[in-house]
């Protein structure tokens, strides 16, 4: 067998993005190879909360995070965990986190993702037709629950923020949440319900669907895990572990949390940190859930699929390598049973994944800095299922040297 494969576009990562990549470049008439060690969407993308969150433009570090800090690390199975021997390397990361929360860059950064979000839901809107993925849209809203009067005042200003970007959103006493959600534990005297908020049935199958999608119009899939990416005479050698080289005339990379391993490579340094997401998946009849209910005091959502009910999300900054921690999602789930009293435990099957996130919650776009045939996709956070059809538009607008639809400077790989 030939050890050699020569590539249009290269894209390395078979997660959403790397898929949503692949589809629109194909659809442009492109020969795309997508490199992914595992297959696609079998890792993060396969167990994030299906959220289309299209109203989540608020940067995390305004998000209230810096406020409820101290206390969250006081708790190690809390909303954020950071393990006490990574906090030196997670330091600098952790100093941009703070800047980023500066007021002087809050209207420059909210400003960037609600654009960014208007592109997304055009983009899913677009794809969706054209894949014929439409019926795994599901368009019921989500309810914000909050457990205490401090915490709803507490997030009124970010709900008045989004109001110029014309996001709905219907605040509950707790009447009005039992009307959306029966069943729900009395403690949530206040809500928030957000119309426009969407979900998808299953998120492994949409980016499956997507993927076939992207094959019939020439997309190839090639089963691998790159060990070297590096410039070779105009193109881009991508070094398989198990041996083979992929010679491309442009390299995209979308690799997620692992994805500034390879701009080093390039020459660009990016500041990605890994914050792993839990989650535990019960079984559909565990509870009648008639929407995605977010518990932002607590750190995490409850979401129906269309095959099981999701429990997920907190943060744990803790790298790649550390091994998982399944306690925390052990305590969501006792969260979630005092918060859904009917809530059946049993049957669940538990899960980590890992959030590639950068300091100012937005993500790089863009080309590298010395290697005009090399383009980044990655560092969407919690938003990557959301952004990911934007995100694919945006990529094959720069390969196809277009103008972008959406001003990049804010999601370049050089502003750090």
């Not at 989004?162 to 959103?169: M, S």
Request: charged letters at 20%; hydrophobic letters at 40%; one cysteine or more.
């Amino acid at each position: 067998m030939n050890d050699r494969t020569n590539a249009d576009v290269a894209v390395i990562g078979g997660g959403i993005v790397g898929t949503c990549i692949a589809a629109q470049l194909a659809e442009a008439g492109r020969q795309v190879t997508v490199i992914d060690r595992t297959g696609i969407c079998e890792e993060t993308s396969s167990g994030n909360a299906a959220a289309l969150a299209f109203s989540d433009v608020l940067p995390m570090a305004h998000k209230g995070m810096m406020r409820s800090l101290p206390k969250w690390l006081l708790d190690p199975l809390g909303p954020l965990s950071i393990p006490p021997s990574y906090l030196p390397k997670l330091m600098p990361w952790l100093i941009r986190f703070w800047r980023a929360g500066n007021p002087r860059h809050y209207e420059a950064s909210l400003s960037a993702q609600a654009g960014m979000m208007r592109l997304a839901q055009a983009e899913w809107a677009d794809l969706m037709q054209r894949s014929n993925t439409g019926n795994m849209l599901r368009e019921n809203g989500s309810l914000e629950l909050y457990d205490s009067e401090a915490g709803f005042q507490a997030a009124l200003p970010g709900w008045e923020a989004r109001k110029p970007f014309g996001i709905e959103h219907i605040h509950l006493d707790r009447e009005g949440i039992a009307e959306l959600q029966p069943g729900l534990s009395p403690r949530f005297a206040h809500g928030t319900f957000v119309p426009g908020w969407k979900t998808v049935s299953n998120p492994r199958d949409l980016g499956r669907a997507i993927w076939r999608h992207a094959e019939s119009r020439g997309a190839e899939l090639l089963s691998g895990d790159v060990a070297l990416a590096v410039p070779s005479q105009g193109k881009v050698a991508i070094q398989l572990k198990a041996g083979r080289t992929v010679l491309a005339d442009s390299l995209v990379v979308a690799a997620g949390a692992w994805s500034h391993l390879l701009a080093r490579q390039f020459g660009d340094r990016i500041p990605l940190e890994t914050e792993r997401g839990y989650n535990t998946t019960l079984p559909r009849s565990a509870f009648d859930l008639q929407r995605m209910l977010i518990f932002p005091d607590h750190g995490f959502v409850i979401t129906p699929l269309d095959d099981g009910i999701r429990v997920g999300g907190a943060v744990e900054l803790a790298g790649l390598r550390r091994p998982p921690n399944f306690a925390r999602a052990a305590a969501m789930m006792r969260k979630a049973t005092g918060f859904l009293p009917g809530l059946d435990p049993s049957g669940g099957r538990q899960w980590m994944g890992f959030r590639p996130s950068l300091p100012d919650s937005l993500p790089v776009i863009g080309r590298s800095g010395q290697h005009p045939n090399v383009f980044y996709a990655f560092g969407h956070g919690h938003l990557g299922l959301t952004q990911s059809a934007a995100t694919g538009r945006l990529i094959r607008d720069l390969v196809l040297g277009q103008a972008p639809a959406i001003d990049l400077q804010p999601f370049s790989p050089q502003r750090f």
